[in-house]
């Protein structure tokens, strides 16, 4: 046993020393690997740095003397304004104080006069402090860097553009002195307000020389150029006081000043530094210039605007862009309630997006100085301009509705917790109304029962189609008014707006058309983002409701005389009052929105303000419109305007007996007008049992009939009336009762008499006339009896003529002596007689047409307590 368990331990003992043996070329190949690979690491690292050193720019000595300034040119190609050269004072060397130089270097580069343009400590320090406290912490630009990088690369942080900035700065070194290289760096830096070289900063914030500053002046502005815009003394004077004395604690620490002179420092407010600005820093056209600008350096990130020299080709409208700043003027013939009160507006071309005028705000005269409220404007709910874009756009083109559509306004909670009422903003409830009446009532409720039909993610996706970002991933429901937390800006507003006067199409909104470059760089194009949004019948029918906004809803301070505008009204609500108030509206040439309020939401607009927005867009869309076309929404084919008879639902046409206010043209989706007539309008029936009486007595023909209507049809009559073989006579018209008495008839004659029932609401819807005939006798009676007594005169006439006759002849058998007394007697008896013709003759006065006459106008007037409409 013991011979095997030495057997084991010298195997045991060989194993181990043949493993050793076995490890030791595994070592030596690991060694070779790795130092193969730090070869081949050193010759990629080298050849790659080789790389990006030949594409290195070279040393322009005209860019680094003097930088070239930017053209802007408006949409007709005409130069407006230059961008970087108007603000730039050149010195020379010895005009560097000592002061600012001290400053500068402790600031910027406290080794500058010691390192050979790139400093190997500061990058190790910048490096660990990028490790340590996040990258960005803290840069290893040398001076001499940052005037490579100005005149010649570009501002992107990447690899390639360090390798060249380093490479560069030492080829710099070696061809200027340090004093050269530190005027270069204060000739091009950039201080803020378009000041560039600190020479100029000097004048444009203190109004002094260079050689005339202090230390806290030069503390000052050596402290600008790391965030110019933040530690702006103008804007940001608690910002630039901080940076100012970080500034001075830098100089104390590289020991360019005591501890004593920075205390001294640090107690001078940059308030009491700084002088007033002057209005020779104002630029024209600032708000659409910031715009330019960004457009610019986000497309083209190698592009330094202000130095590069570069054209800039912009879609500018100068008599819209002067129009608008004049009415956010101080002259503004705008009643704005005070200073601080605030309005910006965005005008684009309807067709192509194109930007044509920006005003950022009041009391805006340079560029970046204070919020553009036409493109910044941040956190402000849209209120009921939403409408358009987040309820009814979605509601015809997904479910196809009509601008008829009815909808109830009645008391109305949101579906979702903690289920909210909905409220008007008058607080009342209209009842049941179309679409189009909503809308351009501006009716909170039925916008939110449209959203809720609709459903919000597609109309999430219709919104977004229009340009809109919602701050959340989902909709709300309170985005059917305008709330939740989506904010939007006046030029967002214009773009989507302007896709319904564009037949459904969205164009981004841009600024900048084309870019072109020093040298032999081809010019740049650029190309707005456009896309079909919408249905054109979405389009059409928004924009025809819309127009109704403006002529009889909310929106009639916002018309233009002899202009088809469309548009919509919009105001929010918080705890503290009415922060925004809204006009958004366009036509078939131009788009604008407009917004108001102050720079805080917790002040409320003014009633007096209100109207500010409806006014600015019609003045400023008159302005621009003059002198032009400006031809109406034009219907697409997609579209049927058709009749429809008032309160039909579902809506159906009108009949031939609908009355005329009881019509209205609404506008389909063709496929989905109308195809059934109204039966509730329907042709009245005629009269029933009309009967005509004579009354002897009279002389008159009582006319009767009968006719039941349902209560909601009231009917009048109408009465006509001729002897046979004449054209009818109108007896009474618009007559309320069922019998008439007709008098002033001819005897003898046949009558026909007609009656016509006729709507009191339509009066084209009449019935079919019934009709009755009768005979007026020649003699009634009354006639008769006079008849009998003038046959008894007669009579006795012929018996006094007889006896007459024989008078005579005894008279002649007489003799002469005899005629005296005859004719006396004679007298006696025609006296006698005359009496009976004086009877006679009053018979003969009576007749039956003088009676009939006298009895027919009495029983017109016997008769005419119960009708006065009665036949004349």
Do not use: C
């Amino acid at each position: 046993m013991a011979q095997n368990s030495q057997s084991r331990t010298a195997r045991k003992k060989e194993l181990k020393q043949s493993k050793k043996q076995n490890q030791k070329p595994i070592m030596k190949r690991m060694i070779m690997a790795i130092l193969v690979l730090g070869v081949i690491g050193a010759i990629g690292i080298g050849s790659l740095f080789i790389y990006y050193v030949q594409g290195a720019p070279e040393l322009n000595p005209d860019k680094l003397s003097s930088p070239i300034s930017a053209k802007f040119y408006d949409k007709d190609d005409n130069l407006f304004a230059e961008l970087g050269a108007q603000k730039r004072t050149k010195i020379t060397q010895d005009q560097i104080p000592e002061v600012v130089e001290k400053a500068v270097i402790a600031t910027e580069d406290s080794r500058f006069y010691d390192h050979m343009g790139i400093d190997f400590r500061r990058i190790l320090a910048a490096v660990y402090a990028n490790i340590t406290e996040g990258y960005g912490a803290e840069g290893a630009s040398t001076i001499t860097q940052q005037v490579v990088k100005n005149a010649f690369l570009s501002q992107k942080k990447t690899l390639e553009r360090k390798v060249q900035e380093q490479w560069l700065a030492l080829k710099l070194e070696q061809k200027y002195s340090k004093d050269e290289i530190l005027t270069m760096y204060l000739n091009k830096i950039y201080y803020a307000n378009d000041a560039y070289g600190i020479a100029k900063a000097a004048d444009l914030y203190f109004n002094k020389k260079l050689s005339e500053l202090t230390l806290p002046e030069a503390a000052l502005l050596a402290g600008i150029p790391q965030r110019p815009a933040a530690y702006d003394p103008f804007d940001n004077p608690d910002l630039a006081q901080e940076r100012k004395n970080i500034v001075l604690k830098l100089m104390v620490q590289h020991g360019k000043i005591t501890e004593q002179e920075a205390a001294e420092a640090k107690k001078v407010k940059v308030e009491s530094l700084v002088t007033k600005e002057s209005d020779s820093s104002n630029i024209p056209y600032d708000s659409f210039l910031e715009q330019a600008i960004k457009e610019v350096e986000q497309k083209l990130n190698d592009v330094n605007i202000y130095e590069d020299g570069v054209k800039v080709y912009t879609t500018l409208d100068p008599k819209a862009q002067k129009r608008a700043e004049e009415l956010l003027g101080k002259n503004s013939p705008l009643p704005f309630p005070d200073k601080e009160f605030q309005t910006g507006l965005a005008v684009l071309d309807t067709k192509s997006g194109a930007i044509r005028a920006i005003g950022g705000g009041r009391n805006k005269d340079k560029v970046g100085a204070t919020l553009n409220y036409a493109t910044q404007l941040k956190g402000r709910q849209p209120g009921s301009t939403f409408k358009p874009i987040v309820d009814y756009g979605p509601a015809i083109e997904h479910l196809q509705w009509s601008t008829y559509h009815l909808l109830k306004d009645e008391p109305y909670k949101y579906k979702t917790p903690p289920h909210k009422d909905v409220n008007n903003w008058d607080g009342d409830y209209l009842g049941t109304m179309t679409m189009r009446r909503a809308l351009a009532l501006s009716r909170n409720v039925p916008a939110a029962k449209t959203l809720a039909e609709v459903g919000l993610k597609r109309a999430q996706k219709f919104a977004e189609g229009l340009g809109i970002n919602f701050e959340s991933e989902t909709m709300h429901e309170s985005n059917a008014i305008g709330g939740a937390s989506t904010g939007v800006t006046p030029l967002q507003l214009a773009a989507s707006y302007s896709a319904f006067g564009n037949e459904g199409v969205y164009n981004e909104p841009y600024a900048v058309r084309r870019v072109e470059f020093q040298g032999s760089r081809s010019p740049v194009e650029f190309k707005n983002e456009s896309h079909v949004a919408m249905k054109d019948y979405t389009a059409y029918m928004i924009s025809d409701m819309l127009k109704d906004v403006v002529q009889w809803g909310t929106g009639t301070r916002a018309k233009v005389p002899g202009v088809p505008v469309a548009g919509k009204t919009g105001t929010t609500n918080n705890e503290h009052g009415t922060p925004d108030s809204w006009f958004t509206g366009y036509t078939t040439n131009y788009t604008i929105s407009v917004w108001s309020g102050y720079p805080s939401p917790k002040n409320s607009v003014p009633a007096s303000a209100k109207y500010i927005p409806q006014q600015a867009f019609s003045n400023l869309m008159g302005h621009i419109s003059q002198g032009i076309d400006t031809p109406d929404f034009k219907k697409p084919s997609s579209v049927v305007k058709s009749p429809v008879e008032m309160g039909t639902k579902p809506p159906k046409l009108p009949s031939e007996f609908t009355p005329e206010e009881q019509i209205k043209y609404e506008l389909f989706v063709e496929g989905t007008e109308p195809q059934e007539k109204s039966d509730q309008f329907e042709k009245l029936d005629p009269v029933k049992d009309l009967k005509a009486e004579f009354d002897e007595e009279k002389g008159t023909v009582k006319l009767t009939w009968d006719y039941e209507a349902d209560e909601d049809k009231q009917v009048s009559f109408n009465i006509a009336g001729s002897p046979e073989g004449q054209p009818m006579q109108s007896i009474a018209e618009g007559y309320g009762n069922t019998q008439l008495e007709v008098s002033n008839l001819q005897k003898g004659e046949t009558y026909t008499f007609e009656v016509v029932a006729v709507s009191d609401k339509n009066p084209e819807n009449k019935s079919d006339p019934n009709t009755v005939t009768i005979d007026i006798p020649e003699k009634s009676k009354l006639d008769d009896l006079l008849d009998d007594l003038n046959g008894d005169d007669d009579k006795k006439d012929k018996k006094k003529d007889k006896k007459k006759d024989n008078d005579e002849d005894n008279q002649d058998d007489s003799g002469s002596n005899n005629n005296d007394s005859d004719s006396s007697g004679s007298d006696s008896t025609n006296d006698g007689s005359s009496t009976d013709d004086s009877s006679s003759d009053g018979s003969g006065s009576t007749d039956s047409g003088s009676t009939d006459d006298s009895n027919t106008s009495d029983s017109s007037s016997s008769s005419d307590s119960q009708s006065s409409d009665d036949a004349a």
